[in-house]
């Protein structure tokens, strides 16, 4: 069975200074890979999302991650944050063919970007 | 375009009691899915439905039913409620394919006491 790991619970950063979120993830079969985003009170939101072809995947507000398989990472980094940008970041992994298109969500990267 | 609605937003239980957490989608998504998440515990998949009449059971089903009567609601039980399922609830849906986003309500935060 595939699982997610991010290796900060919390990340706090000056408003204009570069990110990089962790996840690495452990599976013996290809993977597809996603980001969500959920902003306080709030459901969750999809970012960007890997499944093929270049590693390097961009998505909503700036955010970008890009995928090592012999490191068997995902991390999302964004070179300039924005206040608006605090709040928690999941990685999810799902393994090609699981029935239900199951997620398995790692245990969430709180950012919090301060002026 | 409502997306997904979860109901009620907010819920306090007393041990043993029972309660049904509705969620709806306009979005005509196969796929349904109810998550609990808890602090450091990232979201945890409790039931799942690929369709109108189906269920299956996630990663922490123990203590909750579920029901698919009709394509756009996914129901979720707790027949008596426990201190350990204090927790928030979300629903979501896709498309019944793997590669397709997750849409979110905005969660259920219920409290058992």
């Known amino acids: 069975a595939q699982s997610v790991t991010q290796l900060d619970s919390q990340v706090p950063v000056f408003e204009e200074a570069p990110v990089e979120l962790r996840c690495n993830y452990s599976?013996?079969?290809?993977?597809?890979l996603f980001w969500y985003v959920q902003y306080p009170n709030q459901g969750l939101q999809l970012l960007l999302k890997?499944?093929?072809?270049?590693?390097l995947v961009k998505g909503i507000n700036g955010f970008e991650a890009e995928f090592n398989k012999s490191q068997t990472s995902f991390h999302l980094r964004k070179p300039s944050v924005h206040i608006s940008d605090t709040a928690e970041y999941f990685c999810a992994v799902i393994k090609p063919g699981t029935s239900g298109s199951r997620l398995t969500f790692g245990e969430g990267t709180q950012l919090t970007v301060n002026p | 375009n409502a997306g997904v609605t979860q109901t009620p937003k907010f819920r306090v239980l007393k041990t043993g009691q029972s309660m049904t957490l509705l969620c709806a989608q306009d979005m005509n998504h196969e796929y349904m899915y109810w998550y609990r998440q808890d602090p450091g515990m990232g979201l945890r998949l409790i039931h799942y439905?690929?369709?109108?009449?189906?269920?299956a059971k996630g990663e922490v089903p123990d203590g909750y039913n579920v029901s698919r009567l009709k394509k756009q609601n996914f129901l979720l039980g707790l027949e008596s409620a426990a201190p350990s399922q204090t927790s928030v609830y979300f629903c979501?849906?896709?498309?019944?394919?793997?590669?397709?986003?997750?849409?979110f309500g905005d969660g259920t935060r219920l409290s058992i006491l």
């Open positions: 439905s690929v369709g109108e009449g189906t269920t």
């Open positions: 890997y499944l093929s072809g270049s590693t």
């Open positions: 979501a849906s896709s498309w019944g394919d793997r590669v397709q986003p997750q849409h």
């Open positions: 599976s013996s079969v290809s993977v597809y």
